[in-house]
């Protein structure tokens, strides 16, 4: 099995002797092999017991590129998606979000595939990169890797969204100007179910269900009562769910009528209304 990279874009200048290059049409491509195999099997880091146990039982985990990404949108809600579907045994991520498509696109497949996870068969491997959605080369890039590559998008009020990056972003940038300044110048959810929907879109069985969450009602959203990680009641770090900051009425009023018109295409284009005002 084998997959097409753009010759232009990753590979070093091709060598005729090589057998895994080959000309199409002019361009040189290289065949990639979609599992890691043997040289990328299992890193001793990733020692927890399951693992271990399946080691010593002959199970050989290894790497493979991504069947599934979430590519989206910043800020609303990719972390807790990806933390709480990860929470399915079937489930593998990597843990960072890895930037392939947009920035580390020259370093090819083979880097992209050591930055996964190890699986054992069955799993489905997963990472989240919120700016694949704003990167415009992104969807070509992926449709070479894998045309079946499912892909997954968190939405949000795009207000409350603006509004929760600039709270990001003023929070790394000391001194920077009021949102209020910068804007113009160019809810509640049910993880269980949503956390169901994604399960089935997956393919997956259900097993991630509501015994795995609680509302932590000081953080105003769901937390895990237990991960892989940790076995006692926690929510996700203190970057997510931030104070946001008092912005002017008026200008979150001009804000939802700028974005009224780009919502309503998109409730029809998705067939869902999410009733952002
Ligand atoms: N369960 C749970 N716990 C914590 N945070 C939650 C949760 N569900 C959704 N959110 C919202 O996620 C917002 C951060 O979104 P992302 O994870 O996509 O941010 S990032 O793009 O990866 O930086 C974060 O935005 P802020 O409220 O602005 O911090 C939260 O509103």
């Given at each position: 099995m084998g997959i097409q990279a753009p010759a232009q874009d990753i590979l070093p200048p091709a060598k005729s002797s090589d057998p895994t290059q080959i000309n199409i049409f002019g361009s040189i491509v290289r065949i990639v092999p979609l599992t890691g195999g043997i040289q990328h099997a299992f890193n001793e880091s990733d020692g927890s017991p399951k693992y271990r146990f399946l080691r010593q039982q002959g199970v050989q985990p290894s790497r493979h590129l991504p069947d599934t990404l979430i590519i989206g949108v910043k800020k609303s809600g990719t972390r807790a998606l990806l933390e709480f579907i990860r929470l399915h045994p079937d489930v593998r991520a990597a843990?960072?979000?890895?930037?392939f498509f947009d920035r580390h696109y020259a370093k090819g497949l083979h880097w992209y595939r050591n930055h996964m996870p190890a699986t054992i068969e069955g799993q489905v491997t997963m990472e989240k990169t919120p700016s694949y959605f704003i990167t415009k080369e992104v969807p070509q890039r992926v449709h070479h890797m894998n045309p079946g590559t499912k892909l997954m998008v968190v939405v949000r009020d795009p207000v409350t969204r603006a509004i929760s990056d600039y709270t990001q972003a003023a929070s790394k940038k000391p001194g920077m100007k009021k949102f209020e300044e910068l804007v113009f110048l160019n809810g509640s959810y049910d993880p269980a179910y949503e956390l169901g929907r994604v399960q089935d879109f997956l393919g997956l069985k259900r097993v991630v269900t509501e015994k795995y969450f609680y509302f932590n009602s000081t953080k105003g959203f769901p937390c895990l009562l237990k991960s892989e990680a940790r076995s006692s009641p926690h929510c996700l770090?203190?970057?997510?769910?931030r104070n946001h900051p008092y912005i002017d009425p008026l200008a979150i009023d001009r804000l939802r009528d700028f974005y009224r018109p780009f919502n309503i295409k998109f409730y029809q284009m998705t067939g869902i209304h999410f009733g952002w005002l």
């Open positions: 843990g960072c979000e890895v930037h770090g203190k970057t997510k769910g």
